[in-house]
C-alpha cells in the first residue's frame, strides 16, 4: 500500500479541471492506453496566458492528483512561466509522491511539453529551449538536480553519477545527457580556471 499525502488523496478524489476544452488552443498527448498510462492535457489561451487547462487522464491515483495538480499549477500563468514548471513542482505542490510514483509526475511534465510545443507550432514559432529540463524520467530528475548534485560532490564519471544519485542507472536511456551535462560542467570548469591563471 502506497503512503500518499493528503493533498494527493485530495486531487486524486475531487480532481480539478477534468475534461477536454473545446477548439483548445494547445494539445499535449503522453502515453498511451495499451502501455497502461495515458494523460491529455488540453490548453486555452489568451495573450500569452493560460486561462484555462483540462485533463483527462487514465491512471492510478497519483497519475490522476499530479495532472490534477498541473492544471491548478498551470493556470494563469503565461506561457513563459509554463515554460519553466517542472515535475519537481508537481510532486512539491502534492506535498511529495512515493518515489516509485515520480514517473506520475514526469507524465504531468512531459504532457505539458507537448502542448506547449503544439501551441509554438500552430503560432509558426520555435520553442524556446527550457532552462530546466527533464534528463532522468526514470528518477524524475532534471539538469539542474543533476548538476547541483555534480556541483556540490564534485562528481566527476557517469559512474559517479549513477551511483550518487541513481540518474541513469535504470533504463540507461539518459547516461548519453548525463555525460554531456558532465562535460559541459566541467569543461566550464576548466575555461574559467585558465581564464584566472
Ligand atoms: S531515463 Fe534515466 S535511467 Fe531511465
Given at each position: 500500500m502506497w503512503q500518499y499525502t493528503e493533498k494527493v488523496m485530495d486531487h486524486f478524489l475531487n480532481?480539478?479541471?477534468?475534461g477536454e476544452i473545446e477548439n483548445p488552443d494547445a494539445v499535449g498527448t503522453v502515453g498511451s492506453l495499451q502501455c497502461g498510462d495515458m494523460l491529455k492535457l488540453t490548453l486555452k489561451v489568451k495573450d500569452e496566458i493560460i486561462t484555462e487547462a483540462r485533463f483527462k487522464t487514465f491512471g492510478c491515483a497519483s497519475a490522476i492528483a499530479s495532472s490534477s495538480a498541473l492544471t491548478e499549477l498551470i493556470k494563469g500563468k503565461t506561457i513563459q512561466e509554463a515554460l519553466s514548471i517542472t515535475n519537481r513542482d508537481i510532486t512539491e505542490y502534492l506535498g511529495g509522491l512515493p518515489q516509485q510514483k515520480l514517473h506520475c509526475s514526469v507524465m504531468g511534465q512531459e504532457a505539458l511539453e507537448s502542448a506547449l510545443k503544439d501551441y509554438f507550432e500552430k503560432q509558426g514559432k520555435e520553442m524556446p529551449p527550457r532552462e530546466e529540463y527533464l534528463v532522468c524520467k526514470c528518477f524524475g530528475l532534471t539538469n539542474k538536480d543533476i548538476l547541483t548534485c555534480v556541483e556540490r560532490h564534485q562528481w566527476k564519471t557517469l559512474e559517479d553519477v549513477t551511483s550518487g544519485c541513481?540518474?541513469?542507472?535504470?533504463?540507461?536511456?539518459c547516461k548519453g545527457e548525463i555525460q554531456n551535462l558532465l562535460e559541459h560542467y566541467h569543461g566550464d570548469t576548466v575555461i574559467r580556471e585558465q581564464k584566472e591563471k
Open positions: 480532481p480539478r479541471n477534468i541513481k540518474a541513469g542507472s535504470l533504463c540507461g536511456k
